[in-house]
């Protein structure tokens, strides 16, 4: 397979096509005059079902090197790398055969690489960075865990109630329920009948997920009247636990999922257990924010100490969030001091929401009550701006 005497950068799917004008239209890039290293490469982009430009040297390269969201430059073209004297940008990645060549690092280092990627070794995880490239996560995406202090705290219901909130404001969005022995994160929608993945059909999963393709796997709602008050286009999915024997999941599983949920939605509403494993390190290290529930009382706040500790291991933003009523008037800036968290807010009692609940009515799904307007409050305020979290 040639390589195109042009300097104009082409476009290839698993096989060429005619020399492209050019323009930056957000593809990859792969820099080689290597036709057998070029063959290896554009058989990944394929696995990666990516497209990806191809320019035989740094020279051409200059058409796209800046808004490429990934570089792929061969060992054979390192030293001319070096010489062009491109700017230098993150997501190079220099492409070699032979493990025992030391100097390959140094080569990488003088062309501005980031990463060396030595085939075949390197196979699965190029595979994977050229998925990721083409599949950025949305501008402001964020993901947050919602951690019981105690059992019976309502962090379910409220990290539901979050999801339902970000679909309700038109982010897509999505409920991963973490914990295997919680009964079903879907059963608060009445959808345990749903078609759909559930962790299960994921468990066998190897690699890198697409995000599009996990989110229009998922069970979607509104997916019947139930939820009249969510979006129509099904802004919400939801993945959840079936009812059949304890499964185990892997870290690496739990990984992949939540990337790909990243990749596809601008909200991932984690429900996390409470006792931590390394499925759960996962999941807590891959958040941004961690809500800490706690019922307004002193057993209860008793009872949170050790779960904030942990929380604090794996993410760097904890919050509290007290929920009422407060049999012993006991105040929410005491827990915020007694867990030394800082205080997202205070949860006011919704006497209907258990009854609610049990009717099958979607938590925060019409917009009114405490639950709901607590839920809109706490989602602007984690607002990300361009300097980091709101705070």
Do not use: N
Not at 57 to 79: E, F, H, K, Q, Y
Not at 182 to 202: K, N, V
Not at 350 to 367: I, K, S, Y
Request: glycine fraction near 10%; aromatic fraction near 4%.
């Amino acid at each position: 397979m040639a390589v195109a005497e042009s300097p104009a950068p082409f476009v290839a799917r698993a096989a060429f096509s005619s020399p492209g004008a050019g323009d930056d239209d957000g593809r990859p890039l792969i820099v080689t005059s290597d036709s057998d290293l070029l063959d290896d490469l554009l058989r990944l982009a394929a696995a990666a079902d990516v497209e990806v430009e191809v320019v035989p040297d740094p020279i051409a390269a200059r058409w796209s090197w800046a808004g490429a969201p990934l570089v792929l430059v061969g060992d054979d073209v390192s030293a001319a790398l070096a010489r062009a004297r491109l700017r230098r940008r993150p997501g190079v990645v220099l492409v070699g055969r032979d493990p025992d060549d030391a100097a390959i690092w140094q080569r990488a280092m003088e062309a501005g690489g980031e990463h060396v990627a030595l085939l075949p070794d390197a196979e699965p995880w190029l595979i994977a960075r050229l998925g990721d490239a083409q599949e950025t996560r949305p501008e402001g995406s964020r993901a947050i865990a919602v951690v019981g202090g105690r059992g019976g705290a309502g962090a379910s219901t409220l990290a539901a109630s979050l999801a339902v909130t970000g679909a309700r404001q038109g982010r897509r969005s999505i409920l991963v329920d973490a914990d295997p022995v919680g009964g079903g994160a879907d059963l608060i929608f009445g959808g345990e009948e749903a078609a759909g993945l559930r962790w299960p059909d994921l468990a066998s999963a190897h690699g890198r997920i697409a995000g599009h393709a996990l989110r229009e796997a998922l069970p979607a709602w509104p997916a019947a009247p139930a939820a009249p008050a969510l979006r129509a286009d099904g802004d919400l999915a939801v993945l959840s636990w079936d009812r059949g024997d304890l499964l185990d999941i892997s870290a690496q599983v739990m990984g992949s999922v939540l990337e790909a949920a990243r990749r596809a939605c601008e909200l991932v509403v984690i429900d996390m257990p409470r006792r931590f494993d390394d499925v759960c390190e996962i999941a807590l290290s891959s958040s941004d924010v961690a809500l800490l529930v706690v019922p307004a009382e002193v057993r209860a706040a008793a009872a949170a100490t050790r779960v904030a500790t942990s929380l604090r291991r794996f993410v760097a933003d904890v919050r509290l969030v007290v929920r009422g009523p407060a049999p012993g008037g006991l105040d929410a800036s005491d827990v915020a001091a007694a867990l030394a968290l800082p205080l997202a807010g205070s949860l006011k009692a919704e006497p209907d929401l258990a009854a609610a609940l049990e009717r099958g009515e979607v938590p925060a799904g019409r917009g009114v009550g405490p639950l709901a307007e607590f839920c809109e409050r706490l989602l602007r305020e984690l607002e990300p701006t361009a300097s980091g979290w709101l705070h």
